[in-house]
């Protein structure tokens, strides 16, 4: 897809934005490059008022195994401001996606795990093929599960269930997605983005203005205090990352190895 991994094209007379991201790599992962072009879509959308609905998905096989572990924001060889800076791309990424007025629907196919979820749990519905697997593992790696993703998790599952994604890292196939209401809807193998469509298809047939403020309504009520909640999650990261456990559990997981904890 070119030097950007991200894509756009429009239907139904440019009310309609499909976008995909596609690193070309099997991973999809989610590296400073691409979390600032989906940063950067994000905000041209919603400067753009034509557009009522949009589809994002990933790979057609995988939407995303999460923030790439290799990346820049992950390095402690830096200072804790450019540090602070480095990882905050992924709260802005996902605070983006949330906040466009525009109706959202995710498409997912296959693994979407830790900062894909994130993202995900940014827009207003998720569409999941019926082979997909959502899976947050951040804690299983010495980590806290960050980008603001806490109150949307809980907003959508409720608190029990929040811990058992985020805490224990179950993974969470597509019929309990869909039951605990982590997903909305599921689609056959590989016809995410066509269902994810229809639902995008029926808002931008609505009246713009009126969807916009009706979304904004509701969104207002659901998110009063996720600011107050996530708002230290940054430095949360930051502290997980000056721990042992934080370099065990990134070792562990390249090692391919069962990781051992100490809580130092």
Not at 32 to 59: K, P, S, Y
Not at 71 to 94: H, K, Q, T
Not at 234 to 258: H, I
């Amino acid at each position: 897809m070119g030097d950007n991994p991200v894509a756009v094209t429009r239907s139904g007379n440019g009310r309609l934005a499909h976008v995909v991201f596609d690193t070309g790599t099997p991973a999809n992962a989610l590296s400073i490059e691409v979390m600032q072009a989906l940063h950067d879509c994000a905000a041209g959308l919603q400067r753009d008022r034509d557009v009522t609905a949009i589809v994002l998905g990933g790979r057609a096989d995988r939407f995303s195994l999460g923030f790439d572990l290799k990346a820049a924001g992950g390095r402690l060889d830096v200072g804790l401001a450019e540090r602070r800076e480095l990882i905050s791309i992924g709260p802005r990424m996902c605070r983006a996606w949330a906040e466009i007025e525009a109706f959202t629907v995710a498409a997912i196919e296959g693994w979407c795990v830790g900062g894909g979820v994130a993202l995900a749990v940014s827009l207003d519905l998720r569409v999941v093929g019926r082979g997909a697997t959502l899976y947050v593992p951040e804690i299983e790696r010495g980590m806290n599960m960050s980008w603001g993703s806490l109150p949307r998790l809980v907003n959508l599952v409720g608190p029990a269930k929040a811990k058992r994604i985020a805490v224990l890292a179950e993974r969470i196939d597509a019929e309990r997605a869909v039951s605990w209401g982590l997903a909305d809807e599921i689609a056959d193998d590989g016809q995410a983005v066509a269902v994810a469509t229809s639902f995008a298809t029926r808002a931008a047939s609505l009246p713009p203005v009126s969807v916009r403020m009706c979304k904004q309504g509701i969104d207002l009520y659901a998110n009063a205090l996720a600011q107050a909640a996530s708002g230290l999650d940054r430095d949360q990261y930051l502290l997980a990352m000056t721990g042992e456990d934080y370099a065990e559990g990134v070792a562990s997981f390249l090692d391919k190895r069962e990781a051992h904890w100490t809580g130092r």
